[in-house]
């Protein structure tokens, strides 16, 4: 899938406007019972997705999308088609080097799972670390990594990076190769 930064970032930004002044109460009620508070991070909620073809695009099996309901990966159905899916789910930006938001992560609500989708394999959450980092957190997931920074047990020169569904990709290697300063990774379960 090949999404301009621009449109991954005005995409968010919409669904972060759909979870501050939606009429929808559900997702400020999960993310209350959870202890992420949408004022201290960057989510947002998803009711439903409508697009062309924004989430058809996987080509193994790991980026199918059965959270969807969807048992195998899905295709494109035609460039002029809109789809139109109901998803009730909350939304994490990550990040490029530069800070855009070059992806988005997006986690049902009902999931009893808590992995969830991403549009592409880019980017980083919540951001890529600053070069002087003396200690990194790695955590498998962006839900328990968002707790963690809401905690606010991290220090000066600490940094938290969420795994891809519990995978480390080349872009996480890639900035930590890049800390210069770093003393120590800690991952966390």
Not at 15 to 20: K, M, N, T
Not at 50 to 60: I, P, Q, V
Request: charged share 25%.
């Amino acid at each position: 899938m090949n999404l301009n930064v621009t449109v991954i970032d005005q995409l968010f930004q919409g669904y972060r406007y759909s979870l501050i002044f939606g009429a929808d109460e559900t997702p400020r009620t999960y993310l209350k019972r959870i202890g992420l508070d949408w004022n201290r991070i960057e989510i947002g909620y998803a009711e439903y997705l409508e697009g062309d073809n924004l989430l058809f695009s996987g080509t193994k099996e790991d980026e199918g999308f059965p959270f969807l309901g969807l048992n195998s990966i899905a295709r494109p159905l035609s460039l002029d088609k809109i789809v139109h899916m109901e998803l009730g789910a909350i939304v994490f930006p990550l990040r490029n080097e530069e800070g855009k938001i070059c992806n988005l992560y997006l986690q049902k609500i009902e999931s009893k799972s808590n992995r969830g989708i991403y549009l592409n394999k880019k980017g980083l959450y919540p951001y890529y670390p600053h070069i002087l980092t003396k200690r990194l957190f790695l955590i498998t997931d962006i839900i328990n990594a968002a707790s963690f920074i809401i905690s606010g047990i991290l220090d000066n020169r600490e940094a938290v990076l969420a795994l891809h569904n519990g995978k480390r990709l080349i872009q996480h290697d890639a900035a930590i190769e890049s800390l210069s300063q770093l003393e120590e990774i800690i991952y966390i379960k």
